[in-house]
């Protein structure tokens, strides 16, 4: 064996940076389920005033200054192909839970109703079901509660990552999101919410023309 064959191998710079990408990426993940199930944030992340807080505890921004929301896609939790792309041109509410999350639990009927009200105005519920290891504890709570709109199965949370910094991006567990008719980030919520609650912010956002 020649001297160049018994030399350790040494890290190439992309080993570097997918490591570091990587645990970036796990960082993030561990960031977003230490607040699981919390009261929820205050702020966009990245303290942009262009995000007015209300006294409800939602975020709203103007129509001229959303961000638009990342393509999510993936596979559902009845094992269909869904991208929220295919919504565009309808107000979208994305809703972030897990089976195992008290106020996910609270808030679930309450989604389920105000889902089947306003389906025929054009309004298309999405959920992202995340940190469910396995697959049947998130099936078995969309039958306890009789969800019928779709949610995509996202076990790691990888899907929140695709978020950009500074938008209103999901920061704990449950988060709500209201996309506007052009997939942009209208409203969040980042606590359970009651149908009220959940009214007040689709409302306004489907009343745009």
Known sequence: MSAASRAPLR???WNRSRRAALTTAGAAVAALLVSACGSGGVSGGSGDTKFIMGKDGISTVEKSKRDAAPDLSGRTLDDKQLALSSFKG???VLNVWGSWCSPCRAEAPNFQKVSTDLKAKGVQFVGINVADPQIKS????EKQFGVTYPSLYDPSSKLMLRFKKGTLNPQA???????DREG???ARSLAALSEEKL???IDPVLAEK
């Open 138 to 141: 998130a099936v078995a709570f």
């Open 90 to 92: 309808k107000v979208v």
């Open 173 to 179: 567990i449950p988060s709500t999101l209201v996309l």
């Open 199 to 201: 009214r007040s912010m």
């Open 184 to 186: 942009k980030i209208a």
């Open 11 to 13: 890290p190439t710079a």
